[in-house]
């Protein structure tokens, strides 16, 4: 498969954010307002499923579940994989994401317009209107459900027609399912989700900017990294060897004539030390 620069795969990327994000909630007893405040900084188009799914904490856990169920196995295997077990198990998945693929629906949508209500005096519902993009917002909306395949010039507007999730759909699988499920489809439909990993450390969902990255945090690869050494020797390797070097360092200024009390300083080994290698007497 052909790598996706991480600029090419900006919109797709935050797609699969808010999923890992979701998968990483406390639906038991989290807070709310950090989830919603991290998913705003994402994209406005997605707080409507985190506040969708806060009003029943319990379906959205389930939700949660379902999807931990279904992509644990590919993402984070424990030990090697052999390679009919890993078609097995994407083939799984697959079949899942056909449900969903068998009921979108193709659309329109404007792209020099947005809709915006139109508050109606009372007793008369309101109802959405088109109005006019900023220039500057024109290229910048995008609604991460609707996937356009043209650009269409008809009655005099400028127009993207593609496939989005459809209405029925949302019903049929209530809170967030449906939604969520389409995220991973086209994550895989772009090739991004490979970008979808869990933390080596902590376990934890993340989403991988750069193809190398393997960990959620630099703090997190560190701490990983420092406990692989610690397990292997490797710093009582290095102890080993920079006590090798002091001591060597220790028996040139011996023979230079400087005192135990110089050398002890010099090269940071107590006397005692120095006496049990046999540097001095």
């Known amino acids: 498969m052909k ?64 999807l931990k169920a279904d992509l644990l196995p590919i993402l984070s295997p424990e030990g090697k994989v052999d390679p009919e077990k890993a078609y097995f198990r994407i083939k799984k998945l697959l079949r899942k994401l056909n449900e ?18 139109v508050f109606r005096p009372e007793a008369e519902p309101s109802e959405d209107a088109l109005a006019p993009l900023p220039p500057d917002e024109v290229k910048s909306k995008w609604d991460p459900f609707f996937n356009p395949t043209a650009e269409l010039n008809l009655l005099g507007y400028r127009w993207h027609i593609g496939s ?11 809170f967030g399912r449906g939604t969520l499920y389409q995220i991973v489809l086209d994550a895989f439909k772009s090739g991004s989700i490979e970008r979808l990993r869990t933390c080596l450390q902590c376990k934890v969902f993340f989403v991988a900017e750069d193809g190398r990255q393997q960990f959620c945090s630099d703090e997190h690869r560190n701490e990983f990294n420092n406990k692989q050494r610690l397990q292997s020797g490797y710093f009582k390797d290095r102890r080993g060897v920079k006590r090798k070097r002091d001591l060597a360092r220790a028996r040139k200024l011996l023979r230079e004539g400087k005192s135990p009390g110089e050398i002890a300083k010099a090269t940071k080994l107590s006397q005692r030390v120095l006496k049990r290698e046999g540097v001095i007497h």
């Open 164 to 174: 989005t999730l459809s209405a029925q759909t949302a019903n049929d699988y209530g």
């Open 100 to 117: 969903i693929e068998s009921k979108t629906e193709w659309d329109i949508e404007p792209i020099e317009y947005e809709w915006l209500p």
């Open 3 to 66: 790598r996706v620069t991480a600029s090419k795969q900006h919109k797709e990327l935050n797609g699969l954010k808010v999923l890992a994000a979701i998968l990483n909630f406390d639906w038991d007893g989290g807070d709310a307002g950090q989830l919603e405040k991290l998913i705003n900084a994402i994209g406005e188009y997605f707080l409507w499923i985190v506040r969708d799914a806060l009003k029943d904490r319990g379906k959205a856990k389930s939700v949660q579940e379902e």
